[in-house]
């Protein structure tokens, strides 16, 4: 889901999904930020597609979208209809009257951008036949500032991406498009599996990549609501697109937040990192899997990808280790880590000792922990979020022959809500562990004051939110 939608994806402090920002994590971690996630993305998608779905409870499995011919552009919002309510963020342009004031104007705004579309070379011919007939989904509102109560576990979370249909499936597209993996391979050296596995959990495999008007939901998003300037240029953008002809208005359709494409690009994304592989005059990442393939590819390999390198390594955590080395901007070399105890479970080697990693331990002391290397960080720049980049990974092994995970999770831990999220953000803040503004989201800085806190009390120091923590916190 470049939830992006890669979307979304530049970083929160403490998560999201409207920008994704938010480094998520663990087991309260994989919290669906909708809202957040949702514009952040620089680079490229993320999930707002599939992944949506995941925290809202509609994921449906195999069931391939039907691409209806050219339907009405604000046909999604009739099935489920704006709530009429104020969003949940707060955000003055998210008030109920902010909406309907801004929806009234949406012609207005809409005509207002011709100007900025003429600079990009869109013809008035294109501006005027693109943005025929649009009118604002308000149901966008809905979506971009939800607040789900509840989260899934981060080992729920990868049971749904990395099942075993998923995995079948996905060893059937690398045998069914071998010649197009293998030319992507020698142009970007970029691993196929990894690129199979962006496929495969952003969109199943193009069957659930949405089916909203990319441009009627980047316009709405571009004249209403709190991420204005952010949508404008995607909204400009994908009318680019349609006047190039690399895509057809009919099948530029996506997720709510404008990601599209088998691997949910945004259209900003498309244009830094589509590209033509195939020779045909068009950069098409809808309908042509060579084009999608090496788009993928290319971004990948932009954004810093190592040639013939892994991701990272699962591994054991010995006990009483000190978890504030688990930190993202910690690194150190394998050899060293493995000095400190973390091994590869059965007492396989590092193949390179010599290369940096850092710890994470999205389950805390109980659950498995991960040496993460470059390629890791690489992926988290295509959705910023660690249980995404941890799923990616996992997935690439698992369809290149991996086992699944050896150390088991602690999947006795009950989830919080997000009323008891922010209690405990709240009771940190009290005992004067948690400086930031308490959000219901569980990010890198709460789970550095949950640290401090564990420290002050004598346990494990591993930053995960449980339960347990919650209880302590009250007295209990």
Known sequence: MRVTERAMRNRQANGGWAGVAARWVAALAVAALPGAALAQSSSGGGPLSLFDNIFT??????????????????????????SGEDGGSGHPLMTAAAIRQAAANFPTCVAAMWPDAARRGISRDSFERYTAGLSPDLR??????SQPEFT?????????????????????ILAQYKPQFDAMERAYGVDRYIVASIWGIESNYGTQGGDRSVVNSTATLACVGRRQAYFKDEFLSALEILHRGDVTPEHLRGSWAG????????????KRFAVDFDGDGRRDVVDNPTDLIASTANNLKKDGWQTGKTWGYEVAVPRGFNYLLADRAKAMTLAQWQHLGVVRPGGKPFPHPNEKAYLLAPAGAEGPGFLMLQNFRVIMKYNPAEAYAL????????????APFVQPWPRQERVLSRAERLELQQLLAQRGFYRGTPDGQIGGQTREALRSFQASIGTAADGFASSDMLDRLRGR
């Open 259 to 270: 990601a599209f494409g088998g691997t949910q690009f945004m259209p900003t994304s498309f």
């Open 391 to 402: 799923a990616i990974g996992h997935f690439a092994d698992r369809l290149r022959g991996g």
């Open 140 to 145: 966008l509102m809905d979506l971009m500032d």
């Open 152 to 172: 899934k576990a981060i080992w729920d979370y990868l049971d749904i991406l990395v099942s075993d249909t998923r995995i079948a499936r996905g060893r059937e």
């Open 57 to 82: 409870g509609s994921i449906t499995h195999g069931t391939p979208v039907q691409r209806a011919p050219a339907p009405a552009p604000a046909s999604s919002s009739a099935a489920q209809p704006w």
